[in-house]
């Protein structure tokens, strides 16, 4: 092989296996595979072009264009001229494709579904860093520069895999790198002579490789030192790099941790974090209106997707597979004929901003007509968008049950199935056993599941002295229903999610459900549900009712009528008489996917990981257009937006993460903080101003972001605290500076227009931090070779006249 055939061939591994840094991120590895076929593909075009010969330019270009039609043959032949050649309506396909997989990254945790969309920006993206690297390293004949894209392929896929990144895709990532400088070293040497031959040939060639010999040892040399001084360049450049880290699209909030806004969210799965900042968002938006035949409507909850997955820190959905809407949903699971029932039909509305790929329904639906591509879950009763569907001004009609069981019935309910017990019972072995403890404490004298599940709720709205706040900081991670237990503060998720746990300690099948509560009635009659509505809720399952709601939420929703009475296991149980009042209140909670208010956009829907085969990477439509506008498109979607974005949640994170309480802490975290806040202020649009005064600095961001009550103060008071680290002789602790500000972040938004917040999450002009730093680390880094360079070099020219002495 040649060596620029072997150059070829390591380029792309090393492209490939720098991508595999992406697998966390993804659910399945077909986008891979696909990926690796289409990459497979171009750089064959580059190598066949390099063979004609063509310039260097030119075999650019054609891999360019070859990478564009693969693409369109892939993704849009249907609106391509013969299914590769693209016209207005392919780039148009493209702009969709790219504006559903951005809001697929901010409405799914990880690991997403590989939707049309996602599918698109990460194998775009694998094919440009791919051609970078073909180029930089074959084409260009230069190995250490392809660093850099390789480098920028890690540092995304790291950055948004957060905890789920660990070594084994560094290694991986580093030896590709490695692999391609030894191509590249081998190749440079074998220019000078045929060093590398048969066994005969380095026999003939070994005199001339001895001192005094014809072939001098310094090619080899030289190459050796070029391999070892980019191998250590490419691992040291990426140490000094700021870190990226986060899941998909991470807010971050009160705590610091992986569950943002949600102050002491449990989960740190995306959906459920933005709960908190919908119920604490002073805009209440509307969202969904329906009319119902049902008498009454607190029992109304509208579901969009279940939690059934947990391993001891997160709660998701598990993968599913879905079907055709059938025209009668079948049975729902575990509903006995004897449980008497009642039918209850709702009209639905959604908002035309309301967009959100999951369809608000009542629990069990038992039919949904609807116009659209919708797909069922059989396992969670929902209904799922498919290939961009969704709920922007959708209407439809949903018949459901009212199901109204007796207390009789769930005490003397059977146990339930082996699958269902083994699947939705199991706990994780980390689980603090302070979970099970409590459980068991709290349960003691119960004589059925029923009794311990109203036991339970009791103890969370009534007799365990918990208190209903959306500002709680309870921290993330594997203890964080420890301290939620031990606090006793926190909203919906904190309850749903930790009776659900505790519930599965004792062996009873739990799940959480997110959605809404019923909503407010109109004078017209009609359900108005808001933004304000959004709940997480815990659904136990009794073998001969099925999945049954349950509220252990205090001042949210409405207690079911199977949990107000004492029970009295075994003693009379009261007549079931069917009440369409006990239908599910249809309180959608689809989110708009851009406009979808940051409550939402964690909520279940927008965050909670969807099935795997709820959207389908379906191609459509080639072309082979134009090259440049790919690339950049390309380049925009995957680095442009990605990284600025990440690496300011970083900061984020960074800055008002750490809890300083000594004096030495206060200074390092205060400065810190203000630091974030001025950030902010220059991502809404006003820069900074080193020449003022911290005050003069809070006067001009409450003047230009026009913060009023609360925002103002929190402006003033981190000002006050900066000038208290800078003048005081004697630094006290300062409590909330990370909650002023995310209330200065909030107030800014606030006052901000739609396109303003879309480039201050997006394109924060922060960002440009990150290059000066870059800047100023290379200039260092530039001068220290320069000055070693120079010493061994003054050194050499020296012991030539210490030997003549």
Known sequence: MSGRGRLALCAYAATMMAACAMLPLLSGVGWLVQAAFLLAVQSGAGALARRVPLAGALTVLVQAVVGLALLTWVFARDYAVLGLIPGPETFQRFAELFAAGGEDIGRYAIPAPASDGISLMVISGVLVIGLSVDAIAV?????????????????????????????????????????????????????????????????????????????????????????????????????????????????????????????????????????????????????????????????????????????????????????????????????????????????????????????????????????????????????????????????????????????????????????????????????????????????????????????????????????????????????????????????????????????????????????????????????????????????????????????????????????????????????????????????????????????????????????????????SGGSAGTVTLIALAGAAAVLVPLLPLLWRRRATARRLGSRGRGPEDVRARVPAVWREVQDTAWDHGIPPDASLTPRGTADRIVRLGELEGAAADSVHRLAGAVEQVLYAPRVDPVAGLADDARRVRSGLRAGASRGARLRALLLPRSAVRVVWAGSARWASLTERWSRVGRDRWDALLRRPSRRQG
């Open 139 to 619: 084409t260009f004949r230069s190995a250490a520069p392809a660093g850099l894209p390789l480098l920028a392929l890690y540092s995304v896929a790291a950055g948004l895999a957060g905890g789920e990144a660990n070594w084994l895709w560094f290694l991986l990532a580093a030896c590709g790198f490695l692999l391609l400088l030894l191509a590249e070293g081998r190749d440079r040497v074998s220019r000078w002579g045929r060093v590398f031959g048969s066994p005969s040939a380095q026999a003939r060639g070994a005199k001339a490789l001895e001192p005094g010999g014809g072939l001098p040892l310094a090619p080899l040399r030289l190459g050796r030192r070029i391999g070892v001084l980019a191998l250590g360049v490419a691992l040291a450049v990426p140490a000094a790099l700021p870190a990226l880290d986060g899941g998909l699209l991470e807010e971050v909030g009160a705590g610091g941790g992986s569950g943002a806004g949600g102050g002491g969210t449990i989960s740190a799965v995306n959906p459920l974090v933005s709960l908190q900042d919908s119920l604490k968002q002073p805009d209440n938006r509307e969202v969904l209106r329906y009319r119902t035949d049902a008498k009454e409507t607190d029992d109304l909850y509208l579901r969009i997707v279940a939690l059934d997955e947990f391993d001891g820190t997160t709660w998701k959905s598990s993968g599913r597979e879905i079907t055709e809407v059938p025209d009668r949903l079948p049975q729902p699971p575990g509903l006995s004929p004897s449980v008497a029932t009642t039918t209850v039909r709702t009209n639905i509305t959604a908002a035309d901003y309301y967009r959100q790929s999951w369809l608000p329904l009542p629990y069990p639906a038992t039919q949904v007509r609807i116009g659209g591509r919708w797909q069922f879950e059989p396992a969670g009763r929902t209904l799922v968008g498919d290939r961009g569907e969704d709920t922007r001004g959708a209407q439809y009609t949903v018949s459901s049950l009212a199901v109204n069981p007796t207390q009789k019935q769930l005490a003397e309910a059977p146990p339930a199935a082996a699958e269902v017990m083994r699947e939705y019972t199991r706990v994780p072995d980390r689980l603090p056993d302070v979970v099970r403890r409590t459980a068991e404490e709290v349960t003691r004298g119960a004589k059925n599941d029923h009794e311990r599940a109203v036991m339970l709720q009791r103890w969370f709205t009534e007799d365990g002295n918990f208190v209903y706040d959306t500002d709680v900081d309870s921290g993330t991670g594997i203890n964080a229903i420890t301290r939620f237990l031990r606090q006793k503060q926190g909203f919906c998720i904190h309850f749903s999610f930790s009776m659900a746990a505790m519930a599965r300690t004792l062996g009873i099948p739990a799940r959480v459900a997110i959605g809404f509560t019923p909503g407010t009635e109109r004078s017209d009659g009609s359900m108005s549900v808001s933004t304000k509505d959004a709940h997480a809720w815990p659904e136990l399952y009794f073998e001969g009712v099925g999945w049954t709601r349950f509220e252990p939420t205090p001042s949210r929703g409405t207690a079911p009528d199977h949990t107000l009475e004492d029970i009295a296991p075994g003693g009379p149980s009261s007549p079931a008489e069917p009440t369409p009042a006990d239908s599910d209140e249809p309180s959608a909670a689809p989110r708009p996917s851009d406009t979808c208010p940051a409550e939402l956009r964690r909520l279940g829907e927008c965050g909670a990981a969807a099935p795997e085969e709820v959207i389908t990477t379906t191609g």
